[in-house]
């Protein structure tokens, strides 16, 4: 018997369903029991990762402490697992057939023929394995992309088969399906959920558990109905309803035993009781506020929110660290006029601008920080938000107006932000830029330092472009002062406008590394800042 035990969740019917949330879960019900459990992303696409993805394309790019550029279901992980992933967590097709490629090319192959079966599904196994065998998991959760019955998803489903062959006792399957309600014939059809499966056992696998997402509540007839055409234990048919709030899922889970049955069927212990009084302490602060902010996220991409997934969430950890509800606003930059700002921003009571790449909504950004910077608004900025303020600051207070990124305009004769020189030099895009945790040195009697409480701190990044260092000295004169500084290379992390309320801008990704265990702090504090506006508007 392997000492680690794997679980794989598939999905079936439609996409969207929801497999990282159960996956995360199903692990934040084992890890409440005392296990150690990992999760990790199969993507069936041929990117070697989401870094070069258009945000509409694929969501939010999530990077990991080692500078992984990853799917945005690795942020679901870390926030409810409170650890965090690396590279190994999330791995595509494209991934998979470049090592295969280039082992060919090295000649290790012997001068076989490289088919799919055996090599690419070897190396997905390999892969799936790499978590389990570090020593440090008991159990590791392996998501896969897609649905059952994608093409591009067979050499997962493959991989899964022969691993369920090899490893009969030490794995199991959970596919996630759709029970959908139909109105006009006034009840549940259970005909998407038996399709699925049957695509599924024709691709050799069978799967454990069920857990059938709907809208209404799925009766004991249902369930039996499933468990005898899809072959599986009516108690392994698990019932997923819609839920208010993804926080609210393990909840759900544990009242459907859905860890009992996982434990079972892998013969390990359950006599350890699940305990979730934090995780249910967290949910009753965030159903029960006892104040309530609105705060505008300025970005490009608003129409899509799973570009800003991390920050929705970030705000979401801190409005219950506060026991406030905290109403995001979402405010197109691009739609951002000089005539509209006010009537757009008036009622805010903070502000925050979005990371992003590109011209398109820059301006917009701009006004953005100028009106939270002349009104007094709690202004928080992050990567470009960071840099908008830079500008906007230069150009209304150091009276410098063409002044810009060397992204925006190359030939600006002020460029406050410019190339990293690290950067300077590299021309692919894929996993080019600044990616991963650095140290960032706080400035003592700064509110960078009130907030996170401590002089050396550690943020993950993701940029290009950098705080021209040459014109510090005018900035501090002028009242934007950098109290966060890199120490091995001087790059300025953090600035502060110290005769603003709270108005701070950052280089880094703080939203990262927000858990529910642990809201960041640059978050509860910016949302107290906004408790404390909305109260003076009283």
């Not at 934040?28 to 989401?50: A, C, E, M």
């Not at 990077?63 to 595509?92: C, I, K, M």
């Not at 959760?141 to 997962?156: H, K, M, Q, S």
């Not at 509800?325 to 979402?330: A, D, G, I, L, T």
Request: hydrophobic share 35%.
């Amino acid at each position: 018997m392997s000492a680690t035990k794997y679980i794989f969740v598939t999905g079936g019917v439609t996409s969207s369903l929801g497999k990282g949330i159960i996956s995360a879960s199903l692990a934040t019900l084992l890890q409440s029991r005392g296990y150690s459990v990992t999760i990790q992303k199969f993507d069936p696409y041929i990117n070697i990762d989401p870094g070069t993805l258009n945000p509409y394309e694929h969501g939010e790019c999530y990077v990991t402490n080692d500078g992984a550029e990853t799917d945005l279901d690795l942020g679901h992980y870390e926030r409810f697992l409170n650890r965090p992933t690396s590279q190994d967590n999330n791995v595509t097709t494209g991934r998979i057939y470049q090592s295969v490629i280039d082992k060919e090319r090295r000649g290790d192959y012997l001068g076989k023929t490289v088919q799919v079966i055996p090599h690419i599904t070897d190396e997905i196994k390999r892969r799936m394995k790499l978590l389990g065998q570090s020593g440090e998991f008991e159990v590791v959760i392996t998501e896969l992309g897609g649905t059952v019955g994608d093409i591009e998803a067979l050499p997962y489903v493959e991989a899964v088969r022969q691993f369920k062959w090899e490893m009969p006792d030490d794995c199991m399957v959970v596919h996630l399906t759709l029970v959908p309600y139909l109105a006009a014939a006034g009840e549940l059809k259970t005909k998407p959920t038996q399709h699925s499966v049957k695509m599924l056992q024709e691709s050799g696998v069978q799967p454990d558990v069920l857990v059938c997402r709907s809208e209404h509540p799925i009766d004991d007839d249902i369930k039996r109905k499933l468990a005898l055409f899809c072959n599986v234990k009516k108690e392994a048919v698990v019932e997923s309803l819609d839920a208010e709030t993804i926080y609210a899922v393990p909840v759900l889970m544990r009242n459907e035993k859905l860890d009992e049955i996982v434990l079972k069927r892998l013969s390990l212990p359950t006599e350890s009781a699940p305990d979730i009084s934090r995780w249910k302490d967290f949910l009753y602060k965030l159903r029960y506020p006892s104040s309530e902010v609105t705060i505008g996220l300025i970005g490009k991409y608003v129409e899509l929110r799973d570009a800003y997934k991390s920050i929705a969430e970030a705000f979401i950890h801190a409005g219950a660290a506060n026991e406030c509800k905290v109403n995001v606003k979402w405010i197109h930059s691009e739609n951002l006029s000089a005539k509209d700002i006010n009537k757009e921003l008036h009622d805010l009571d903070g502000i925050l601008v979005a990371p992003g790449f590109g011209e398109r909504g820059f301006e917009g950004k701009l006004r953005a920080v100028q009106y939270a910077r002349e009104n007094n608004i709690p202004f928080l900025g992050i990567c470009l938000g960071m840099q908008c303020a830079v500008i906007e600051f230069a150009r209304n207070v150091l009276n410098k107006p063409k002044a810009n990124s060397s992204e925006i305009n190359p030939s600006t004769p002020d460029p406050v932000i410019h190339l990293m020189e690290s950067q300077k030099d590299i021309t692919d895009k894929g996993g080019t830029m600044r990616l991963g945790a650095y140290d960032c040195k706080v400035a003592k009697d700064s509110t960078a330092h009130k907030v996170y409480r401590r002089e050396m701190i550690s943020e993950r990044h993701r940029h290009r472009f950098e705080y021209n260092n040459s014109y510090l000295e005018q900035y501090e004169a002028a009242g934007m002062i950098a109290t966060g500084i890199n120490p091995e290379n001087n790059l300025v992390e953090i600035v502060e406008i110290p005769s603003h309320q709270w108005f701070i801008g950052v280089q880094f990704h703080p939203e990262y590394k927000s858990t529910v265990a642990n809201p960041h702090p640059l978050f509860v504090s910016f949302v107290e800042a906004a408790i404390k506006q909305s109260n003076s508007k009283d």
